[in-house]
Nanobody
Framework: QVQLVESGGGLVQAGGSLRLSCAAS????????MGWFRQAPGKEREFVAS????????NYADSVKGRFTISRDNAKNTMYLQMNSLKPEDTDVYYC??????????WGQGTQVTVSS
């Protein structure tokens, strides 16, 4: 099992920046990929970005490409999501997740990001 704790959410004006963190603990050796998802009430959970832990290879949703950057700090077992040029449409609860190779099976509690006009 892997435990995940997100932090860094908050309120920011449109055009501003925010950095989310996801600290992982437990059986982190089983993690192949970590990623960020977001979800608003009544909507499906949306993929945002992912990173292959060992290679640092990244993938982004088209909606955030060029604005968001996913990264990791192996020494801290922590993943980050640097969010720049934020838009009101980015307002969501953001979730951290891990994938051992077949499915997204471990999830954090979520952190709220609100972008005002």
């Amino acid at each position: 099992q892997v435990q995940l704790v997100e932090s860094g959410g908050g309120l920011v004006q449109a055009g501003g920046s925010l950095r989310l963190s996801c600290a992982a603990s437990g059986r982190t050796y089983s993690v192949y990929t970590m990623g960020w998802f977001r979800q608003a009430p009544g909507k499906e959970r949306e993929f945002v970005a992912s990173i292959i832990w060992r290679s640092s290879s990244t993938n982004y949703a088209d909606s955030v490409k060029g604005r968001f950057t996913i990264s990791r700090d192996n020494a801290k077992n922590t993943m980050y999501l640097q969010m720049n040029s934020l838009k009101p449409e980015d307002t969501d609860v953001y979730y951290c997740a891990t994938n051992g190779g077949s499915s997204w099976s471990n999830w954090g509690q979520g952190t709220q990001v609100t972008v005002s006009s």
